[in-house]
């Protein structure tokens, strides 16, 4: 293989990991423009509809189109319930006070998901095959279609959400001014709870369709989570294009780097981007700079 094919494997390897790095970036963002938030519990939401859809397709023989939905509603509504048992109940908390409660919820899921599961590496059979896909010089597997056809469809159905419902456009009020909105009749806590729920549903669908091509675990959501928040402060906080155009950077940066120089590098180039975005551009690529200071709840 030469090294341009080389290239561009590593390109298209990028773009499919960097299709979850986005979806997992969308979900900080959601919350975040809702809350002043960082969500620690994102990257336990993307293991968790990984693991579930795990015993759905494979324990319970479930069809495929079943295992997806129940395996989506069920991690949306434990993100309704972390909102509903957790934040929602606290009269005017500090932004410390919620992180460190996304951060506990964290533990608890990464702790529940391994009393259940245990700790060995589950996988999932591929959705549609395992034959490679030649293109050029290099080979895809078909998994990786759905990969991106999947986030296509998610970004479109974000847009459409928030650019034609009613909720999504109570949502993007709370976004600029909650005081503003609750002001004019708005729910914010009911967006606030909203939030959470699609944020959840993001994590559990990148989840489910990583795990086929990529090993699922307990202890996974922490890096996946770790990335998506360097892709959403890449992007800029706040900003969903910027998450999705920094999602596929990161992706493939990452892959790379870990082709070029050593696989070894391959989880530092997710730290080390986040790092040289907080010292130099705070605001992201396409954030302002007040998205890049956490705003009060």
Same mark, same amino acid.
């Given at each position: 293989?030469?090294?341009?094919?080389?290239?561009?494997?590593?390109?298209?390897?990028?773009?499919?990991?960097?299709?979850?790095?986005?979806? !997992?970036?969308?979900?900080?963002?959601?919350?975040?423009?809702?809350?002043?938030?960082?969500?620690?519990?994102?990257?336990?939401?993307?293991?968790? $509809?990984?693991?579930?859809?795990?015993?759905?397709?494979?324990?319970?023989?479930?069809?495929?189109?079943?295992?997806?939905?129940?395996?989506?509603?069920?991690?949306?509504?434990?993100? !309704?319930?972390?909102?509903?048992?957790?934040?929602? /109940?606290?009269?005017? /908390?500090?932004?410390?006070?919620?992180?460190?409660?996304?951060?506990?919820?964290?533990?608890?899921?990464?702790?529940?998901?391994?009393?259940?599961?245990?700790?060995?590496?589950?996988?999932?059979? /591929?959705?549609?095959?395992?034959?490679?896909?030649?293109?050029?010089?290099?080979?895809?597997? /078909?998994?990786?279609?759905?990969?991106?056809?999947?986030?296509?469809?998610? !970004?479109?159905?974000?847009?459409?959400?928030?650019?034609?419902?009613?909720?999504?456009?109570?949502?993007?009020?709370?976004?600029?001014?909650?005081?503003?909105?609750?002001?004019?009749?708005?729910?914010?806590?009911?967006?606030?709870?909203?939030?959470?729920?699609?944020?959840?549903?993001?994590?559990?669908?990148?989840?489910?369709?990583?795990?086929?091509?990529?090993?699922?675990?307990?202890?996974?959501?922490?890096?996946?989570?770790? %990335?998506?928040?360097?892709?959403?402060?890449?992007?800029?906080? $706040?900003?969903?294009?910027?998450?999705?155009?920094?999602?596929?950077?990161?992706?493939?940066?990452?892959?790379?780097?870990?082709?070029?120089?050593?696989?070894?590098?391959?989880?530092?180039?997710?730290?080390?981007?986040?790092?040289?975005?907080?010292?130099?551009?705070?605001?992201?690529?396409?954030?302002?700079?007040?998205?890049? %200071?956490?705003?009060?709840?």
């Amino acid at each position: 293989m030469s090294l341009a094919d080389q290239i561009l494997q590593y390109v298209l390897t990028g773009i499919t990991v960097g299709s979850i790095y986005a979806m !997992v970036a969308l979900g900080f963002n959601i919350i975040y423009n809702s809350t002043g938030i960082i969500n620690f519990a994102q990257g336990e939401f993307v293991m968790l $509809g990984g693991m579930i859809m795990v015993f759905f397709s494979m324990a319970l023989k479930l069809p495929l189109a079943i295992g997806f939905a129940g395996s989506v509603i069920l991690v949306t509504l434990l993100g !309704v319930l972390l909102e509903r048992l957790t934040i929602h /109940p606290l009269r005017n /908390p500090d932004v410390i006070t919620l992180i460190i409660i996304t951060l506990a919820a964290s533990i608890l899921f990464k702790g529940g998901a391994m009393f259940i599961w245990g700790k060995e590496a589950v996988t999932l059979r /591929p959705f549609s095959g395992d034959h490679p896909i030649f293109i050029f010089g290099a080979t895809i597997l /078909p998994q990786t279609l759905w990969i991106l056809g999947i986030t296509l469809a998610v !970004v479109v159905a974000l847009g459409l959400f928030f650019e034609f419902t009613v909720f999504g456009k109570a949502m993007r009020a709370c976004a600029v001014n909650r005081m503003a909105a609750s002001l004019m009749g708005i729910n914010v806590k009911q967006m606030v709870m909203v939030s959470f729920a699609l944020s959840a549903a993001l994590g559990a669908v990148a989840g489910i369709i990583i795990t086929p091509i990529s090993l699922m675990e307990y202890d996974k959501g922490a890096i996946m989570g770790l %990335k998506g928040f360097g892709a959403a402060v890449l992007g800029g906080l $706040g900003s969903g294009t910027g998450a999705v155009l920094a999602g596929f950077i990161l992706g493939i940066l990452e892959s790379l780097g870990a082709g070029l120089i050593h696989s070894g590098f391959k989880d530092a180039i997710a730290l080390f981007v986040l790092l040289m975005v907080l010292f130099f551009r705070p605001s992201g690529l396409m954030g302002s700079r007040e998205a890049g %200071k956490l705003k009060k709840f």
